[in-house]
């Protein structure tokens, strides 16, 4: 990550190596990292005056995110302890007064209509005081009058009815319920292990006042967000290095990487995420350690994806019978209309299984196969059942399992690998990533288990354990999203990988016509289906509802922007491959095989592809512009989204076009907003 301002001040933040193997709450426990970031930002604009310019790449991404509800929590916290301490205060001052006689003052309009003040229980008195024993008596018999007044969960307000303002992060039951595995507190932004506050109507307060001053910091501060290669879902490659170890080009193994790897907390911070999640109607009941991790508040707040979708259709019949919605929107069609996910079409993870008798070879008759998908990722059950099906010494997925639980699960912050997530309340966001290139979307693992007969009951020592599990095949999204299956060749060593003159087979993955396919492939490393999730972000706008009255319930259904077309207020451009100019609209069909736009041949400049420092040069790129005004705070935000075909995951925070984009809307907004430029 990258923390700027301006041309006056430069605060770079990025991770060490010992960084980069540790989950986000490890590296705020062990270094305090999270609060340095929040220091080191708010020293920076401080000196300033001015907010920033968050740019992160790649994991900084995910990180980021972390760190935006890590703050969120802590500034729960800070308003909390300021609401005690001013309540003990308050309580402590009156049983004072009534002990020595004077006239207790009435309550003012802070207490008044507010039950939560018959919630606290304040701290006794301090035992240094030196009180006569009739003025002791006194205050106690006061203090004991005053508890019976102010008893816990007693009041209306515990039903939500007593409160002057309900924000929407705040209308989360509190129910106090301890999350099982798989599941996150529901009492969104508490600490799973702080499940029962001392004082719960002054925490409801606290958790909306600190809502309040959290994106207060965020406007504050930061004035620009630019995500490059972010992995807004996650990507499955960090889960195989789990599984089964990759050596990423280095000189050992994979089954010696994976030794490496299995000590990483980081590798779950990118773990694969449902696209279902981003729906209200996308849960299935069955997965009931997922539906009960969704952020209920986000219903309140944002229109409902699904909701959209009724309103673009309903569009074209009101145009033409020939005009598609979704043409200049092929992303958003595929995650609104067609609902695609990691596991749609092909499988994220397969095991294949087959059970041979003892004189029997392979392929055997008896054979299963178990697909996993992301939701078994974000549950934990992948890691079980690949512990129960490759029985290892030690049993390290069973670590992994609970590594997972511990620091995410039961972590400080609410679970974010449990939810897609939202555009974050920041003035200005710029999504930037490179595609067409092919990315591993997903793997097949098999493994041949021997029935021995009744007679043969001996288990040697090497049979107790089965050993790595063994991946055969890898399923790769190429170039316009074809899918293609690669046989993965076991090396018995790094030299034998070097040395091998043998081949893996490369085939098309056999995919039903009735499945949605990607019009696009990842970025090398990211798949798309991750990347584009940023195109939801075009959204933001359009699903904010309307409220009159900030302190009433929000209007289901109602909407800021068209309600009918939600795409009619994103502007698409694009620039075509070697050309200098943004033309509007989307471009050629990234499916064609030349994904070239012939009929703007004139406006080519420079028609070479390779840049002399070895990245992509002039690739087509496509760019896609919405913007809003927010019901709460009035503030006019952005959110840009950029595609730039042929880039690599590395190369975009090097390649000249993607910067060169990124950063002429940056220049555009810092004179609009400030008249800097």
């Known amino acids: 990550m990258m923390f700027r301002v301006w041309w006056r001040c430069l605060m770079i933040g990025g991770f060490t190596f010992s960084h980069i193997r540790l989950s986000p709450d490890m590296m705020e426990e062990r270094d305090g990292f999270l609060t340095m970031t929040r220091s080191k930002i708010e020293a920076a604009v401080k000196s300033n005056g001015l907010p920033g310019i968050m740019v992160a790449h790649s994991m900084g991404n995910a990180v980021f995110r972390y760190f935006q509800e890590w703050l969120r929590v802590q500034m729960r916290e800070e308003a909390y302890e300021r609401y005690v301490r001013r309540a003990e205060e308050a309580a402590v001052s009156r049983v004072n007064m009534a ?6 003052p009435p309550r003012g309009p802070f207490w008044r ?9 304040p701290g006794s008195y301090s035992q240094h005081d030196i009180v006569d024993e009739h003025i002791a008596d006194h205050r106690k018999e006061f203090y004991e009058n005053e508890l019976d007044v102010m008893h816990p969960f007693e009041s209306k307000a515990s039903e939500g009815e007593d409160l ?6 705040s209308s989360i039951s509190d129910s106090h319920h301890q999350p099982q595995d798989g599941e996150q507190n529901e009492n969104y932004g508490d600490s799973p292990g702080i499940s029962h506050r001392k004082y719960p109507k002054l925490w409801e307060l606290a958790k909306a006042e600190g809502d309040r001053d959290w994106v207060d910091w ?4 930061i004035w620009t967000y630019v995500g490059l290669a972010a992995p807004l879902l996650g990507a499955p490659g960090p889960l195989r290095s789990v599984l089964s170890g990759e050596n990423m080009g280095l000189p050992f193994t994979d089954e010696e990487a994976r030794i490496l790897e299995l000590s990483f907390g980081s590798t779950s911070t990118v773990n694969p995420i449902s696209t279902k999640m981003g729906f209200c109607d996308g849960i299935d009941n069955t997965q009931v350690s997922m539906s009960k991790s969704r952020k209920v508040a986000n219903r309140s707040n944002l229109a409902c994806l699904d909701e959209l979708v009724s309103g673009i259709e309903g569009s074209s019949s009101k145009q033409s019978k020939d005009h598609d919605p979704w043409k200049n929107f092929p992303a958003l069609r595929l995650l609104l209309k067609d609902r695609v996910d990691f596991d749609s079409g092909f499988p994220m993870i397969r095991v294949e299984r087959e059970y041979c008798q003892e004189d029997e070879k392979s392929p055997c008759k008896n054979q299963t196969a178990i697909d996993f998908g992301p939701a078994d990722v974000m549950s934990g059950q992948v890691f079980d059942q690949f512990s129960k099906i490759w029985k290892e010494a030690n049993d390290p997925l069973k670590v992994k399992y609970d590594q997972l639980r511990q620091s995410w699960w039961n972590g400080p912050v609410p679970n974010p690998l449990m939810t897609t997530p939202e555009r974050p309340h920041i003035k200005h966001v710029i999504m930037a990533y490179g595609c067409e290139v092919p990315t591993e979307a997903g793997y097949i693992y098999r493994k041949t288990d021997r029935i021995k007969s009744p007679s043969n009951t001996t288990t040697s020592s090497s049979e107790k354990f089965d050993g790595v599990p063994s991946m055969s095949e890898v399923i790769w999204e190429e170039k316009h999203g074809r899918l293609i299956s690669e046989s993965k060749l076991v090396p018995v060593s790094f030299t034998d990988t070097i040395l091998r003159k043998k081949k893996p087979t490369r085939r098309p993955f056999n995919v039903s016509s009735d499945e949605p ?9 990211i798949p798309y289906i991750s990347l584009m999730w940023a195109h939801t972000w075009l959204l933001h ?3 904010a509802m309307r409220s009159s009255n900030q302190t009433a319930p929000m209007k289901e259904g109602e909407r800021i922007s068209n309600p009918n077309n939600a795409l009619e207020s994103i502007k698409v451009s694009h620039r075509p491959k070697g050309g ?3 033309i509007e609209g989307y471009g050629a069909d990234p499916r064609t095989e030349e994904n070239m736009d012939y009929e703007s041949r004139s406006n080519i400049g420079d028609t070479g592809t390779q840049h002399p420092h070895g990245t992509k040069y002039k690739p087509k790129m496509v760019r896609f512009q919405s913007s809003g005004k927010s019901r709460s705070t009035g503030m006019e935000y952005t959110t840009t989204v950029i595609e730039a075909i042929g880039v690599e995951h590395k190369e975009t925070t090097r390649n000249y076009d993607i910067l060169a984009a990124a950063f002429t809307d940056v220049l555009k907004n810092l004179n609009d907003d400030y008249g800097l430029i």
């Open 541 to 543: 706008a359009t699903r």
């Open 113 to 121: 209509g507010r039950a939560w003040v018959r919630n606290y229980l």
């Open 99 to 104: 002990a020595t006689g004077d006239i207790l």
């Open 580 to 582: 200098n100019e943004w």
């Open 164 to 169: 002057d303002e309900k924000q929407t992060s």
């Open 218 to 221: 965020l406007g504050k501060h």
């Open 517 to 525: 396919r990607l019009h696009q492939s990842g970025d090398g490393t």
